[in-house]
């Protein structure tokens, strides 16, 4: 399974063509995880919840795209979520993506696709 570190990096979502390049920021320790995006309006690009397995969206100010990804990173459901809600754990989730609602479909991003994760 991917370890990594509190930071920023690129998203790539492998689909027919070229890779799409999203930013990204990680939150991998559970201070990170715990704050995720709350108090946020916006968001540029994803952020990754890694290690998780599920998500809530009380006290969020916008609703949020969430993507559940195995240890592969091949994703393994795609919600969108207003705020105030409990997401149900997936079980064979090991990391958690979040964006604005309605990104996720702009990159393509559906179950099945692939991510990569580069760091720096």
Do not use: C, N, Q
């Amino acid at each position: 399974m991917a370890r990594w570190r509190d930071g920023r990096g690129r998203l790539l979502i492998h689909t027919d063509g070229e890779p799409v390049v999203v930013p990204l920021e990680i939150a991998a320790s559970y201070r990170a995880r715990t704050k995720g995006l709350l108090g946020r309006d916006a968001l540029d690009g994803a952020m990754l919840l890694s290690p998780a397995g599920s998500v809530h969206t009380f006290r969020m100010r916008m609703p949020i795209d969430v993507a559940y990804l195995d240890r592969r990173l091949s994703v393994i459901a795609v919600r969108t979520m207003p705020p105030g809600r409990l997401g149900r754990p997936r079980l064979r989730s090991r990391h958690v993506l979040e964006a604005e609602a309605g990104a996720m479909a702009g990159w393509g991003l559906v179950v099945g696709a692939r991510v990569g994760v580069e760091v720096g």
